[in-house]
C-alpha cells in the first residue's frame, strides 16, 4: 500500500506577533472569498515565505476541508498550529478576522441608525449581486460536489426535504442522513496505511469542549430562556454544522436567524451582500448580525461574541483531530460519508438560493434588469466580488432616481 505522506507538526520557533501580522495583512487584502483566500495563503506562506512545502500545504487544504466551518480560516489556523500551537492558532484567526470583523460591526451599526436614508435602488443592486454570487458559487459547487447521478440524487433529496416540507430546522438529521448515503452509494473499501494512534491529551480536552458546549448549551438555553445564550447557541451549531464554508453559511444562518424573526430579510440580504465586498473571511457576516440584533446588550459586544461562537468550533475541531488527521483519512469508509455530506450541503446552498434571495430579490423589472447586468459584468466581464458589489450598488441607486 502507498504510505501517504503526513502532516509536519513541528512547531517552529515563529514569533507570534509575526504570524498576527501576515494574517493581519492578508486579512486587509484577501478579497475573493475562500478558494482565493486559500490560493493568497499559498503564494504568501509556500511560495514567498516558504514555510511549507507544496505537498504539506496540500494536506492542510485536505483537512481543512474534512472538518466543518470555514475551510480558509481553517487553512489560516492550522498554519498557525504548526508554526506555534495553540497560541500559534489564535493568533492566525485574530490577524485574518479582525479586518473584516471591525468594518461588518461598524456597518451593522451604521446601517441601524441610518437605514432610513438608505436608498432603495441601491440595496436593489445589492441583493440583484448577492443573488449572482450565489449562483456562481452554486455552479462551482455542483461541478465539484455534484458529478454522477448519485450525488445529484443526494443533493436533490435534500432540496425538496427542505423546499417541500419546509423541513429547516433538521438540517443537522440531514447531514446525518446524507452522510449514510454516502457510505452506501460509494463504498469506499480501501485502507491507506498509516503511523499508530498515538493519544494527544490536548486534543481529547479540545474535543470534549466541542462536544459538550454542543450539547449543554441548547439545553442550557431552552431551560433558562436567556436571549444571549440562545443567540450564543444559534451561532456556534451554525459554525458546527457548515460543511463546505463560504456561501454554505447562509441557509444555516436563514434556518437560526432570519426564520427566527430575529431580524428583517432586508438587513439580512444586505448584510450579506456588504460581506461579498470586504477583504478577509465571509463568516465574518456574524458580526453583522450580532451587531444588528435588538437585543439589551451592546452591539459591538453582541456583534463579537456572535463572531466567537460561529468560530469556535473550528477553533476546537482543528486543536481537536488535527493530531489524528492522519490515521483518519487512511479510511475509505470516512471519506464516503464526506462525498454524501458535500452533495447535502450544496442542495441546502440552491434551497437558500431559492429562499430568501430569489423570492426577495424579483419584484419589478428594475431588478431582472440588474439581475442581468449583474450576470454580464460577474461571469463574462469577470469582476472582482468587491467590485461587481460595488457596480451593482451604483447602477441600482442610479436606476432609482431615473
Given at each position: 500500500?502507498?504510505?501517504?505522506?503526513?502532516?509536519?507538526?513541528?512547531?517552529?520557533?515563529?514569533?507570534?506577533?509575526?504570524?498576527?501580522?501576515?494574517?493581519?495583512?492578508?486579512?486587509?487584502?484577501?478579497?475573493?472569498?475562500?478558494?482565493?483566500?486559500?490560493?493568497?495563503?499559498?503564494?504568501?506562506?509556500?511560495?514567498?515565505?516558504?514555510?511549507?512545502?507544496?505537498?504539506?500545504?496540500?494536506?492542510?487544504?485536505?483537512?481543512?476541508?474534512?472538518?466543518?466551518?470555514?475551510?480558509?480560516?481553517?487553512?489560516?489556523?492550522c498554519i498557525g498550529?504548526?508554526?506555534?500551537?495553540?497560541?500559534?492558532?489564535?493568533?492566525?484567526?485574530?490577524?485574518?478576522?479582525?479586518?473584516?470583523?471591525?468594518?461588518?460591526?461598524?456597518?451593522?451599526?451604521?446601517?441601524?441608525?441610518?437605514?432610513?436614508?438608505?436608498?432603495?435602488?441601491?440595496?436593489?443592486?445589492?441583493?440583484?449581486?448577492?443573488?449572482?454570487i450565489v449562483l456562481?458559487?452554486?455552479?462551482?459547487?455542483?461541478?465539484?460536489?455534484?458529478?454522477?447521478?448519485?450525488?445529484?440524487?443526494?443533493?436533490?433529496?435534500?432540496?425538496?426535504?427542505?423546499?417541500?416540507?419546509?423541513?429547516?430546522?433538521?438540517?443537522?438529521?440531514?447531514?446525518?442522513?446524507?452522510?449514510?448515503?454516502?457510505?452506501?452509494?460509494?463504498?469506499?473499501?480501501?485502507?491507506?496505511?498509516?503511523?499508530?494512534?498515538?493519544?494527544?491529551?490536548?486534543?481529547?480536552?479540545?474535543?470534549?469542549?466541542?462536544?459538550?458546549?454542543?450539547?449543554?448549551?441548547?439545553?442550557?438555553?431552552?431551560?433558562?430562556?436567556?436571549?444571549?445564550?440562545?443567540?450564543?447557541?444559534?451561532?456556534?451549531?451554525?459554525?458546527?454544522?457548515?460543511?463546505?464554508?463560504?456561501?454554505?453559511?447562509?441557509?444555516?444562518?436563514?434556518?437560526?436567524?432570519?426564520?427566527s424573526q430575529l431580524?428583517?430579510?432586508?438587513?439580512?440580504?444586505?448584510?450579506?451582500?456588504?460581506?461579498?465586498?470586504?477583504?478577509?473571511?465571509?463568516?465574518?457576516?456574524?458580526?453583522?448580525?450580532?451587531?444588528?440584533?435588538?437585543?439589551?446588550?451592546?452591539?459591538?459586544?453582541?456583534?463579537?461574541?456572535?463572531?466567537?461562537?460561529?468560530?469556535?468550533?473550528?477553533?476546537?475541531?482543528?486543536?481537536?483531530?488535527?493530531?489524528?488527521?492522519?490515521?483518519?483519512?487512511?479510511?475509505?469508509?470516512?471519506?464516503?460519508?464526506?462525498?454524501?455530506?458535500?452533495?447535502?450541503?450544496?442542495?441546502?446552498?440552491?434551497?437558500?438560493?431559492?429562499?430568501?434571495?430569489?423570492?426577495?430579490?424579483?419584484?419589478?423589472?428594475?431588478?431582472?434588469?440588474?439581475?442581468?447586468?449583474?450576470?454580464?459584468?460577474?461571469?463574462?466581464?469577470?469582476?472582482?466580488?468587491?467590485?461587481?458589489?460595488?457596480?451593482?450598488?451604483?447602477?441600482?441607486?442610479?436606476?432609482?432616481?431615473?
Amino acid at each position: 500500500m502507498k504510505k501517504k505522506k503526513k502532516i509536519n507538526n513541528q512547531k517552529e520557533k515563529t514569533s507570534l506577533f509575526l504570524i498576527f501580522f501576515e494574517f493581519l495583512m492578508l486579512g486587509l487584502t484577501s478579497f475573493g472569498g475562500p478558494i482565493a483566500h486559500i490560493a493568497f495563503f499559498r503564494e504568501n506562506f509556500v511560495i514567498k515565505k516558504k514555510w511549507f512545502d507544496e505537498k504539506t500545504y496540500i494536506d492542510i487544504v485536505s483537512f481543512s476541508n474534512f472538518l466543518p466551518g470555514p475551510s480558509s480560516s481553517q487553512v489560516g489556523m492550522c498554519i498557525g498550529y504548526l508554526k506555534r500551537g495553540i497560541l500559534g492558532t489564535f493568533f492566525a484567526w485574530l490577524g485574518f478576522t479582525l479586518p473584516s470583523a471591525i468594518i461588518m460591526i461598524m456597518f451593522a451599526i451604521g446601517y441601524i441608525n441610518f437605514n432610513e436614508y438608505v436608498s432603495s435602488g441601491f440595496l436593489q443592486g445589492i441583493k440583484a449581486v448577492v443573488l449572482i454570487i450565489v449562483l456562481q458559487a452554486i455552479i462551482g459547487m455542483s461541478k465539484q460536489y455534484l458529478n454522477d447521478f448519485k450525488k445529484i440524487f443526494i443533493a436533490l433529496c435534500t432540496l425538496i426535504t427542505l423546499i417541500a416540507f419546509d423541513l429547516y430546522t433538521f438540517q443537522f438529521l440531514l447531514l446525518i442522513f446524507s452522510a449514510i448515503l454516502g457510505l452506501l452509494f460509494f463504498n469506499d473499501h480501501s485502507f491507506i496505511r498509516s503511523e499508530k494512534i498515538k493519544i494527544n491529551y490536548n486534543s481529547i480536552m479540545f474535543l470534549t469542549l466541542f462536544f459538550t458546549i454542543f450539547i449543554c448549551l441548547p439545553l442550557i438555553a431552552n431551560i433558562y430562556e436567556i436571549k444571549l445564550i440562545e443567540i450564543s447557541d444559534k451561532f456556534f451549531r451554525t459554525g458546527s454544522l457548515v460543511f463546505g464554508g463560504g456561501h454554505v453559511v447562509l441557509p444555516l444562518l436563514k434556518n437560526e436567524i432570519l426564520n427566527s424573526q430575529l431580524i428583517n430579510e432586508e438587513t439580512f440580504i444586505f448584510g450579506y451582500g456588504l460581506a461579498q465586498a470586504i477583504p478577509g473571511p465571509l463568516f465574518t457576516f456574524s458580526a453583522f448580525l450580532g451587531s444588528s440584533l435588538n437585543l439589551e446588550f451592546g452591539k459591538i459586544f453582541v456583534g463579537s461574541l456572535c463572531l466567537i461562537m460561529i468560530f469556535l468550533p473550528s477553533f476546537l475541531m482543528v486543536l481537536g483531530v488535527m493530531p489524528y488527521w492522519n490515521f483518519l483519512r487512511s479510511f475509505g469508509k470516512v471519506r464516503s460519508c464526506l462525498i454524501g455530506v458535500n452533495a447535502c450541503v450544496v442542495g441546502f446552498l440552491i434551497a437558500a438560493f431559492y429562499d430568501p434571495i430569489i423570492v426577495s430579490t424579483l419584484n419589478d423589472k428594475n431588478d431582472y434588469f440588474l439581475i442581468l447586468l449583474g450576470a454580464v459584468i460577474v461571469f463574462f466581464l469577470k469582476f472582482p466580488q468587491w467590485l461587481s458589489v460595488l457596480t451593482l450598488s451604483i447602477c441600482g441607486f442610479v436606476i432609482n432616481y431615473l
